[in-house]
């Protein structure tokens, strides 16, 4: 399995590296192709939305999971569940402070994630 981390055009890569070395996250990074944010190939490619948007390509290269994909009513309740199925209030920021609510939030990606992906390959 590969986790590619695409970036808008016009992003400057110095801050997505930045961003990276901060969350110690080592993924694969890339910036997509195009003059303007609004024009970036992969963006239009998938029915990117909105950021953060996490997708998920199957081994047949069909997309298993966009998370774009839902309405706002829909993802809200998802993650809404999402943090009860794992014990987190919701808002996650409830009664949290700054390093309390990025444990959370980590927490809350790891699980989600871990989800979709199951159910992706499950499919296959």
Do not use: C
């Not at 996650?92 to 871990?114: C, I, N, V």
């Amino acid at each position: 399995m590969t986790f590619i981390h695409i970036h808008p055009a016009e992003v400057e890569f110095h801050l997505v590296k930045e961003f990276l070395a901060a969350q110690h996250w080592n993924y694969l990074v890339g910036l997509d192709r195009g003059d303007r944010e609004a024009e970036s190939r992969t963006k239009i490619a998938y029915g990117v939305r909105g950021y953060p948007t996490m997708i998920i390509v199957d081994k047949q290269g069909r997309v298993a999971f966009n998370s774009d994909a839902r309405s706002e009513e829909e993802k809200t309740a998802a993650m809404k569940a999402t943090a009860a199925e794992i014990g987190l209030p919701w808002p996650p920021e409830k009664d949290a402070d700054h390093d309390e609510l990025l444990r959370r939030l980590q927490r809350f990606h790891e699980h989600w994630m871990s989800k979709e992906i199951e159910r992706a390959l499950a499919r296959e």
